[in-house]
Each structure stands twice: as structure tokens, then as C-alpha cells.
């Protein structure tokens, strides 16, 4: 299971933090992802990192605001979200996999979403 938290209401410019607790199956996956939907639009790739080396993957849209990462003992992913914009308004969804991609669909296992509001 992939278990998020976090999410919340936020001010334009604030910052958010998320977290995605893994357990059972989901957590011998060997990467995190963090996709987000909002409204209308189609699940879209945040970031990604693995759980083991740390190597990250940001989409444009979040490069240099948001920032992921793990801690492999509690095998646990997080999503820090700083300089948060409207457009990051969306439902938050952690997500493992077995490799760094965008793809949504390669990912197998998922949690329920958090949903982020941003307040401008």
C-alpha cells in the first residue's frame, strides 16, 4: 500500500510539504514517482527519484521549486513543494515503479491522492 499526506490549502509563494508512506509490495519497488491531476486534465509526471543512488527526475514545470525524496529505513518518499503557483493546484498521487519514467502507466503500484490547493 502507498499511503499520501500531506496536502492542504496554501497560499500562492508558500510551501507545501507531502509524504508517501510504502509498505508491503509497494515498498521493493525501486523508484518514487509524485504525478498530480487537476481538474480536466490528464495525470501528469512531477518528479521521481530511486530509492536507493537518489537519482531524481523533475518535469519543467516544478524544476528548481520542488524538491523529492526518500528515506529508505521507513521507506517513505517525499515531495517538497516550495514558490507554489495556482497552476500547482491539483490531486497529488505517490506512485512505484521499477524505473525513472514519465510515463504514468509504468508505474505499478498507487496511492489515493492528496489534494494541493493554491490560494493566489
Known amino acids: 500500500q502507498l499511503q499520501a499526506s500531506g496536502g492542504g490549502l496554501v497560499q500562492a509563494g508558500g510551501s507545501l510539504s507531502l509524504s508517501c508512506a510504502a509498505s508491503g509490495r509497494t515498498s521493493s519497488g525501486y523508484v518514487m514517482g509524485w504525478f498530480r491531476q487537476a481538474p480536466g486534465k490528464e495525470r501528469e509526471f512531477v518528479a521521481a527519484i530511486r530509492w536507493s543512488g537518489g537519482g531524481t527526475s523533475y518535469a519543467d514545470s516544478v524544476k528548481g521549486r520542488f524538491t523529492i525524496s526518500s528515506d529508505n529505513a521507513k521507506n517513505t518518499g517525499y515531495l517538497q513543494m516550495n514558490s507554489v503557483k495556482p497552476e500547482d493546484t491539483a490531486v497529488y498521487y505517490c506512485?512505484?515503479?521499477?524505473?525513472?519514467?514519465?510515463?504514468?502507466?509504468?508505474?505499478?503500484?498507487w496511492g489515493q491522492g492528496t489534494q494541493v490547493t493554491v490560494s493566489s
Open positions: 506512485a512505484v515503479g521499477s524505473f525513472i519514467t514519465t510515463l504514468a502507466k509504468s508505474y505499478a503500484y
